[in-house]
């Protein structure tokens, strides 16, 4: 089993909103950095967020992230077809001295 | 640009070994980590483990650890990760990523390798 949580699938309406949350312990989350990565099938993820809330460029302001305590929280706005994909939660636990991802999240536009 | 290029497909037999490269350009190849995770098919991620390829820092994955090493040659800006005794369930793609430096972490990994399958069956 994933050290993080998420939920399995999310829906959502194109133009809505969707959150995906990420939760994890003091060992991992409360005391780290989470990134976010989104990936389509058949390729390679790409990174989304870092540093808890950061965007690379070139990734859209639909985008957001944010941690409160030991859960992070994906933010999507004006969903787009495009937007299906998994994403995937990520951070380092100190507990295990290892890299942890969430199981992931299937996004559905509807 | 940035940019990891992996090497190709393997098929493997039960108990034997396998060795993914991890090519890197557009970047000085010793400041930053480089981090090893796999996709079993239809699954998600899982860590593997991380090295600096300037020397110092391996760690591994608790359940890998008696089976993967990872090293680099900085002659040629190439990782490797070496999984041996494979077993069916080391079927998967095989991806690097680029991860900041001074202290393991997964605060960014980017970019990632293509990814490489790897496919254990006899």
Redesign the interface.
């Known amino acids: 089993q994933?050290v993080l949580t998420q939920p399995p699938s999310v829906s959502a309406a194109p133009g809505q909103k969707v959150t995906i949350s990420c939760s994890g312990s003091s060992s991992n989350i409360e005391n780290?950095?989470?990134?976010w990565?989104q990936q389509f099938p058949g390729t390679?993820?790409?990174?989304l967020i870092?540093?808890n809330d950061q965007r690379?460029s070139g990734i859209p302001d639909r985008f957001s992230g944010s941690k409160s305590g030991t859960s992070a929280t994906l933010g999507i706005t004006g969903l787009q077809t495009g937007d299906e994909a998994?994403y995937?939660c990520?951070?380092?636990d100190n507990s295990?001295?290892?890299?942890?991802?969430?199981?992931?999240t299937k996004l559905t536009v509807l | 640009q940035v940019q990891l290029v992996q090497s190709g497909a393997e098929v493997k037999n039960p108990g034997a070994s396998v060795k993914v490269s991890c090519k890197a350009s557009g970047y000085t190849f010793t400041s930053y980590y480089i981090h090893w995770v796999r996709q079993a098919p239809g699954q998600g991620l899982e860590w593997m483990g991380i090295i600096n390829p300037s020397g110092g820092t391996r760690l591994y994955a608790e359940k890998l650890q008696d089976r993967v090493t990872m090293t680099s040659d900085t002659s040629t800006s190439t990782v490797y990760m070496d999984l041996n005794n494979l077993r069916s369930e080391d079927t998967a793609i095989y991806y690097c990523a680029r991860g900041p430096k001074n202290t393991p972490s997964l605060r960014w990994l980017d970019p990632w390798g293509q990814g490489t399958l790897v496919t254990v069956s006899s």
């Open positions: 994933s780290n950095y989470v990134s990565f390679a993820p790409k990174l870092y540093d690379p998994d995937y990520g951070t380092w295990l001295s290892a890299g942890a991802f969430g199981g992931g």
